[in-house]
């Protein structure tokens, strides 16, 4: 506005002195000739449009700078992640509106603060480093910081920051970038503890479970498999899973697993390998393309599971050789006829199989006993009780008449009741009955004991019979499965499943396996299931024995296992710390990249070499001692110096713990933290502080100097001329007289008080006397001048070889110890005890005087900056050393002080 108000006043004034010069000199215009006044009329007119032309190209150029102005605040205020511009300082000088609200301040709050005010205390060396390496280095550097909003709450940010150089080559300001990275924090904790969890049940896994890439390369083992090769886990790893089996198994599988690649479908087979039987699993894992990247190989010991179910065969083999081999009568009887008859009830009755079978058995019974075996048939199909024994005559073809013994029971026949029979003499026919009842109990007492699930089926996959795991899996009762189909029953299918292994083993003749599923993901059961076939005497298929085992729970730990596998080594990979594992041998197992940064050491230099065969020779006893102590169970952390590859000095903050298989240590794994930077720093603080000791001890000299050369000196004089004038009577009057003898006594005792001051400021005799004399004469002027008695012993000090720094420093922390308890113990005794005990100086500084809390004193000097004991414990610090106080109210007071050579 102001701006226009100047334009406006200059352009009145021009036009102003152009009237007055028209008016001074009118014959200008009116000597001016037609056809000029025409050319200065087109003249002006084409000025016109220049103003006007130039007006339109302003305009445009304000909406440039309008729209300019609006896209700056789209790219900086409300930009999606926070801007700060600080100054070297860390003085905020500029923030957007993103980066004000992510703190919780309004952006005029934030202003002129210290950015530092926001940041989480433990991170405040973080972003300070990270300042100074910016400053230094004048490159772009990136941390990670913890912020405090205003409320309270805790967020962490990503920061980029960048130098902003100025005309004359200075860097005098920092902006840098915030994005709020809280959610992926979170994120990589839940990452770490599912990757815990995940390791835990692939140890707990009692199968073998492998990764195997295209080649047959191991990628992954777990304990397990490689127990069961006679290996180490994490040795295996690299090696071609052909070179570490067997030759006798290696092409076999191999085979297979080539078989998986072709096909890229999933694989189920059994072998046996050293006298154990297994049970293979192989599921291709695919790439984007759909070509197999991976194989997981899972791999069951089936060994027992194998020899119950040879068991099983080779009893039904028995059951049926018993029945044709049976020395009595065996018969199956189903509505009033025969179903089956062993030869021996055709050896009994004289009729062939197709004459008995082909008519009602009580055809061939004496006509005598036809009821009693017909109601005695009926009511056991009807269910009713019916004695399980009785005795009948029978009428053979040749019309011989024999008795008997009939053991009936009640079965299932064809999916339908029917009664089995057995024929025999009283004798012969119990001794065999106990016999073929104990098998059958056995038999069945076993299928039922088993908490897998196993049934029987027919040629046409109907079921004839289950065990109890079927019937509690499924709650269902026998009577409503039996000759219902397996598929319709199980999986609700009305067709036989496509990946049944009863198809293949169909074709092949043999025991099939696979791995089957009931509902949809990720509810979904997975069943290892197999199938082997029962054969007639015709060597024809007659059924199936189905032998199913849940492994839900194995294969969703399996498929959680790869993933956190996978997460974890992402984490690991791109982790901001260095992380290492050495085997129980020694030998170094893994390094992450920023490890091989820190050392200089690439993954393939060192892995399966020594762990000491890197260390330098003066670390290699701390580096032995830390790896042998974590293999004995124990958990180190701490910080240690050694010299890197580059023959560089680094510091680390570490931490070493066991790792853990079968409750058993078989590695060690570390962190590695570089503090390098923090060290260094650390190193030039306390150089620093060393030089200002020294320049506060000149300055005392020289204060002390000034005290004793001038001020004291002036003092006396006055002092002197006082007396003079006290000692002539004719100068003063008897009041003023009483007046300056209250003066003489003040000068007297601030002359007194300033010698002192002097006498403390300087080191009289430490270096002509030594320190333990000059110490002496100390505590002796002390006693002297005080109320309070000091009793100074000194032992072994002649021996100790101190500089003149230290000598200062011994003296001082004395002193300021005689000054603390002179000022606030209000004690009358005090011992200082000074000795030399190579490589170290104990000092003891002991009182009897009111004593104080030690807790509540530290927290008094730290909010109101008292330097007595806190000056004492600076120096103390400062000489490496360590300082203990021992007080309590009305008990004295007890410092010691360790100070290492």
């Known amino acids: 506005m102001k701006k226009n108000k100047t334009k406006t006043a200059g352009l009145k004034k021009l036009h102003d002195r152009a009237k007055a010069i028209l008016k001074t000199n009118p014959s200008s215009t009116k000597n001016i000739a037609t056809g000029d006044l025409h050319e200065l009329v087109e003249n002006l007119k084409i000025y016109q449009i220049e103003l006007e032309i130039q007006n339109d190209e302003l305009r445009g150029t304000q909406a440039r700078l309008e729209e300019s102005q609006l896209k700056y605040f789209e790219l900086y205020d409300v930009a999606p992640v926070g801007y700060v511009t600080m100054n070297s300082k860390g003085v905020i000088l500029e923030i957007n509106l993103t980066a004000a609200d992510l703190l919780g301040f309004p952006r005029s709050q934030l202003i002129s603060k210290n950015f530092s005010r926001f940041i989480f205390p433990d991170f405040q060396d973080v972003f300070y480093g990270h300042c100074n390496t910016v400053l230094k280095t004048r490159e772009k550097k990136n941390c990670e910081l913890k912020l405090i909003k ?36 979170l994120l990589e904790c839940a990452l770490l503890e599912s990757k815990n969890t995940m390791q835990a049940l692939n140890d707990a896994n009692s199968e073998s479970a492998m990764l195997l890439d295209r080649k047959g390369t191991l990628l992954m083992i777990n304990e397990t498999a490689a127990r069961r090769m006679g290996q180490d ?41 050293m006298g ?52 009595i009568g065996v018969v199956v009887t189903q509505d009033m006829l025969l179903k089956l008859a062993n030869p021996h009830a055709l050896s009994v009755s004289g009729y062939s199989e197709q004459e008995l079978t082909s008519g009602s058995f009580i055809e061939i019974v004496h006509p005598d006993d036809r009821a009693m075996l017909a109601s005695s048939h009926v009511r056991r199909l009807n269910g009713e009780e019916v ?70 089926v027919d040629n046409e996959m109907k ?42 083993a169909r074709q092949t003749r043999q025991i099939e396996s696979t791995v089957l599923h009931m509902g949809e993901k990720p509810n979904a059961r997975y069943w290892d299931v197999s199938s082997a076939p029962l054969m007639d005497e015709q060597e024809k ?78 670390s290699k006893a701390q580096a032995r001692e830390m790896i042998l102590k974590g293999l004995s169970g124990e958990t180190l952390n701490g910080e240690f110096r050694r010299q890197l590859k580059n023959g560089t000095i680094g510091y680390h903050d570490y931490s070493i713990q066991p790792v853990f298989k079968n409750d058993k240590v078989v590695a060690v794994e570390g962190f590695i933290i570089d503090i390098t930077q923090h060290k260094e720093s650390e190193e030039k603080i306390h150089e620093l502080s060393q030089l200002l000791i020294e320049a506060q001890e000149k300055e005392r000299h020289l204060i002390s100097c000034e005290l004793h050369d001038s001020i004291a000196q002036n003092l006396s004089v006055l002092k002197i001329h006082c007396d003079l004038i006290y000692n002539d009577p004719s100068m003063m009057s008897p009041a003023l007289r009483e007046k300056l003898t209250a003066f003489c006594r ?7 008080d300033v010698r002192n001051l002097a006498y403390d400021l300087r080191l009289p005799g430490l270096e002509e006397m030594g320190l333990v004399k000059a110490l002496e004469n100390y505590c002796e002027e002390a006693s002297e001048n005080g109320k309070v008695i000091i009793d100074f012993q000194s032992a072994g000090m002649s021996v100790m070889d101190l500089d003149g720094n230290m000598e200062i420093h011994i003296y001082r922390l004395i002193q300021e110890g ?23 100086i104990i000092l003891r500084i002991e009182d009897n005087g009111r004593g104080f809390d030690v807790k509540a004193q530290e927290l008094l000097s730290a909010s109101t900056k008292r330097m007595g004991i806190r000056s004492m414990q600076e120096r103390v610090n400062l000489l490496y050393g360590q300082m203990t106080i021992q007080s309590q109210p009305m008990k004295g007071t007890k410092i010691f002080i360790k100070i290492p050579l």
């Open 150 to 185: 205003k409320d309270g709450g805790q967020f962490f940010v990503q920061v980029n920051t960048l130098p902003i150089q100025m005309d004359n080559g200075d860097v005098n300001e920092l902006r840098s970038t915030m994005t709020d990275i809280t959610e992926r924090k």
């Open 233 to 273: 886990a994490e040795a295996m790893i690299g090696l071609n899973i052909n070179d570490v089996l067997p030759p006798e198994v290696s092409k076999e599988r191999k085979n297979r697993f080539d078989e998986v690649l072709n096909l890229r479908r999933p694989l189920s087979f059994q072998d046996s390998c």
């Open 541 to 618: 298929i007659s059924g199936f024995i189905q032998i199913a085992r849940d492994i839900t729970a194995q294969r969703k730990s399996e498929q959680a296992l790869r993933e956190s596998e996978a997460r974890f080594r992402n984490i690991i990979e791109n982790a901001p710390f260095g992380y290492y594992r050495v085997g129980k041998d020694g030998l170094w197992q893994y390094v992450n990249p920023e490890w091989e940064k820190m050392y200089g050491y690439s993954y393939h230099e060192i892995i399966d070499k020594h762990f000491e065969l890197i260390q330098p020779l003066e």
């Open 276 to 327: 154990r039987r297994y049970l293979h699993s192989l599921q291709p894992i695919l790439n984007s393309k759909g070509e197999v990247e991976k194989v997981a190989v899972y791999v069951r010991d089936i060994t027992l599971d194998h020899e119950a179910l040879e068991a099983l065969i080779e009893s039904e083999k028995e059951y049926r050789l018993l029945v044709n081999t049976a020395p």
């Open 818 to 840: 005689l000054n603390n308890i002179r000022k606030h113990a209000e004690a009358d005794h005090a011992t200082i005890i000074l000795l030399g005990s190579s490589p170290n």
């Open 463 to 504: 079921l004839i019979w289950a065990n109890k795991a079927v019937l509690q899996e499924f709650n269902v009762s026998m009577e409503k499965i039996t000759g219902r189909f397996c598929y319709h029953t199980f999986y609700h299918r009305n067709a036989i499943c496509n990946d049944c292994p009863s198809v293949k």
């Open 387 to 456: 004695p399980e024994t009785y005795l009948m005559r029978i009428i053979t073809k040749n019309g011989e008449i024999k008795c008997i013994e009939n053991k009936g029971v009640l079965i299932t026949w064809m999916g339908r009741p029917a009664t089995l029979n057995f024929l025999f003499d009283v004798t012969e026919r119990q001794l065999a009955a106990d016999a073929l009842f104990k098998s059958e109990a056995q038999k069945r007492t076993i299928l039922n004991a088993a908490t897998d699930l196993i049934h029987y």
């Open 746 to 752: 003040l000068l007297t005792q601030t002359i007194t």
